[in-house]
């Protein structure tokens, strides 16, 4: 075969044909499996935030552009809590998001961490066991919280939940997270129109800079 420019773009094309075909194979053969663990994951972290429950009910809202998933669990035709997946784009590195459980009277009974990718052994102490943003909210209802502009705040910007060490902008996501839940929860349970709940920091001044927490154990965070 000749080298002319009708051959080698033929070539390209066959070439780019076949790639393309083989990762649409690739992309079916994967797609169910990856579906099937998500649905796995889901199913333990709604075990983890709720208490116990027989079936769920899912809704899907919208708060700050952002969909958030509320699962309304019940037992013997009961209400036993509702389990929110929310999520935050305020993360240090990105996307945040949380399961959080709340018992039906609004008492926080667990958060999960779905995903993060925050700044390792700084930001992704989110989702250790015990950690101190777990437990400024664990067992406590969030209206009864030191609330700023009716939202939770990291004790920096005037709450009462206390952040993580040198990662004041992963603890921000993490509570902007918590508050779009809360919102959300308030919405399914109560019938209370949700509203935007982003703040970023409850600092304007620091959510609009971004500054790095570079004063706090300097770290870049």
């Known amino acids: 075969m000749k080298s002319t420019l009708v051959n080698m773009t033929a070539v390209l094309f066959v070439i780019t044909l076949v790639a393309s075909a083989c990762v649409g194979v690739v992309n079916m053969i994967t797609e169910e499996p990856i579906a099937l663990a998500k649905e796995a994951a889901t199913k333990a972290a709604l075990t983890e935030v709720l208490p116990a429950f027989d079936t769920t009910e899912e ?27 929310t999520m935050t784009k305020q993360g240090f590195n990105g996307v945040v998001r949380l399961m959080v459980g709340f018992k039906p009277d609004g008492e926080v009974v667990n958060v999960n961490v ?30 009864n919280k030191k609330l700023v502009d009716g939202k939770l705040a990291v004790t920096k910007d005037g709450g009462d939940v206390d952040a993580l060490t040198a990662a004041t902008i992963s603890s921000r996501a993490y509570v902007d997270a918590v508050n779009r839940a809360w ?13 935007d709940t982003a703040s970023g920091a409850s600092n304007p ?10 004063q706090e154990g300097g770290q870049n965070e």
């Open 183 to 195: 919102m959300a929860y308030k919405s399914v349970a109560t019938g209370v129109e949700p509203t």
């Open 114 to 143: 779905l995903e993060q990718s925050e700044t390792p052994g700084l930001g992704t102490k989110m989702a250790d066991e015990g950690n101190p943003l777990l437990g400024s909210i664990q067992g406590q209802k969030l209206e």
């Open 205 to 214: 001044a620091a959510a609009e800079t971004n500054e790095p927490e570079a």
């Open 59 to 85: 809704q899907t809202l919208t708060i700050d552009e952002l969909p958030i998933t509320v699962y309304t669990a019940t037992k013997e035709g009961s209400v036993t809590g509702y389990a929110v997946q």
